[in-house]
């Protein structure tokens, strides 16, 4: 398996969509594999919406990364994380 590249600093969904890319998958084949439906996949990759917990496990698993990998870093938890100290 290829090894797959995440960008620091990127949300959720851009690090969906790039790894989606990297996959070569459609919106409807990956949202299948994860148990949702397309719309649900643009929704994230636009960053109009965020995946829920364990449908974060879901995809980590897909993909082949750590629930980390797709959320470390992220603008949102980042702010959070400064917010909280």
């Known amino acids: 398996m290829a090894k ?6 990127e949300t959720v969904g851009d690090r969906i969509l790039s790894l989606r890319a990297q996959t070569g ?4 084949e990956f949202a299948a594999a ?5 719309g649900a996949v643009s929704q ?3 960053n ?4 829920t917990r364990m449908r974060l496990i879901r ?3 897909h993909f082949g990364v750590s629930v980390d990998d797709l959320i470390a870093n ?3 938890r980042t702010r959070a994380t400064k917010a909280t100290g």
């Open 48 to 51: 109009y919406s965020r995946p």
């Open 74 to 76: 992220t603008p949102e």
């Open 59 to 61: 995809i980590a698993i």
């Open 4 to 9: 797959k590249f995440i960008v620091i600093g």
């Open 44 to 46: 994230w990759e636009t």
């Open 34 to 38: 994860v148990g949702v439906s397309s």
């Open 25 to 28: 998958e459609t919106q409807t």
